[in-house]
Antibody
Framework: QVQLQESGPGLVKASETLSLTCDVSGYSISSGFYWGWIRQPPGKGLEWIGNIYHSGTTYYNPSLKSRVTISVDTYRNQFSLNLRSVTAADAAVYFC????????????????WGRGTTVTVSS | EIVLTQSPGTLSLSPGERATLSCRASQTISGSYLAWYQQKPGQAPRLLIYAVSSRATGIPDRFSGSGSGTDFTLTISRLDPEDFAVYFCQQYGSLSTFGQGTRLEI
C-alpha cells in the first residue's frame, strides 16, 4: 500500500524559508508518477504548488514559481518542498500527493495523498 | 491559467436525494483532463473521478462524472450520509488548478 507522510517545522518566521519533506513508502519514486505539493489555507480551497518527476523535471504554479523549489531524493525515496520568503499568506495545510504521469502534461490526477501538515507563519 | 468555478457554493440536500455539482472552466480543457475529489474535515482529499468520467478504485457507482469542453458535472445518484463533504474539481490539461469547492450539507 502506497503511503505518503509529510514532515517539517510547523512554525516558520516571516521572510524565512519553509522546508517540508514527503516520505514515500510502498512504492519506489523511481518507478514513475509525478510527486507533488498542494496547499490549503485555513477554511479555503486547494492550491497546486508543483510536481517533480524522478528524473528531476519540475513544474510549478506560475504564481509561486519565483519562490518554490521541489527536489527529489530517489535513494531515500522522498521529495521536498522549499518555499522562500514566506508571509502570512503562506500559512496553510501542506499536502504531498502522487499524480498520474503523462509525458506531455505537467500534472495528472492525484490518487494518493499524505495526511497533510499545518504550517503557521509567525511575524 | 485555467480558472475553475464551481457551483453552487453550498448544496443542501437529504440522504437518498440526487446531487448535481457543476464545474465550469474559463477555457476549454483539452483531453478530458478533469478530476473530482471529496474532502471531509481534517482529512486529505480523496480522488473520486478522473478523466471526466472514470471512477477511481473503490469509489461506489453512485458517483458519476460527465461533461466536456468547459462544463463538467459530478452527480451523486442517491446520497448516503457519508457523502456530505466538500467536493473539488481539478484540471490537469494546462499545469493544474482546482475549483474553490462545493460544500454538500445535510
Amino acid at each position: 500500500q502506497v503511503q505518503l507522510q509529510e514532515s517539517g517545522p510547523g512554525l516558520v518566521k516571516a521572510s524565512e524559508t519553509l522546508s517540508l519533506t514527503c516520505d514515500v513508502s510502498g512504492y519506489s519514486i523511481s518507478s514513475g508518477f509525478y510527486w507533488g505539493w498542494i496547499r490549503q489555507p485555513p477554511g479555503k480551497g486547494l492550491e497546486w504548488i508543483g510536481n517533480i518527476y524522478h528524473s528531476g523535471t519540475t513544474y510549478y504554479n506560475p504564481s509561486l514559481k519565483s519562490r518554490v523549489t521541489i527536489s527529489v531524493d530517489t535513494y531515500r525515496n522522498q521529495f521536498s518542498l522549499n518555499l522562500r520568503s514566506v508571509t502570512a499568506a503562506d500559512a496553510a495545510v501542506y499536502f504531498c500527493a502522487r499524480s498520474r504521469y503523462f509525458d506531455w502534461l505537467a500534472s495528472g490526477h492525484m490518487d494518493v495523498w499524505g495526511r497533510g501538515t499545518t504550517v503557521t507563519v509567525s511575524s | 491559467e485555467i480558472v475553475l468555478t464551481q457551483s453552487p457554493g453550498t448544496l443542501s440536500l437529504s440522504p437518498g436525494e440526487r446531487a448535481t455539482l457543476s464545474c465550469r472552466a474559463s477555457q476549454t480543457i483539452s483531453g478530458s483532463y478533469l478530476a473530482w475529489y471529496q474532502q471531509k474535515p481534517g482529512q486529505a482529499p480523496r480522488l473520486l473521478i478522473y478523466a471526466v468520467s472514470s471512477r477511481a478504485t473503490g469509489i461506489p457507482d453512485r458517483f458519476s462524472g460527465s461533461g466536456s469542453g468547459t462544463d463538467f458535472t459530478l452527480t451523486i445518484s442517491r446520497l448516503d450520509p457519508e457523502d456530505f463533504a466538500v467536493y473539488f474539481c481539478q484540471q490537469y490539461g494546462s499545469l493544474s488548478t482546482f475549483g474553490q469547492g462545493t460544500r454538500l450539507e445535510i
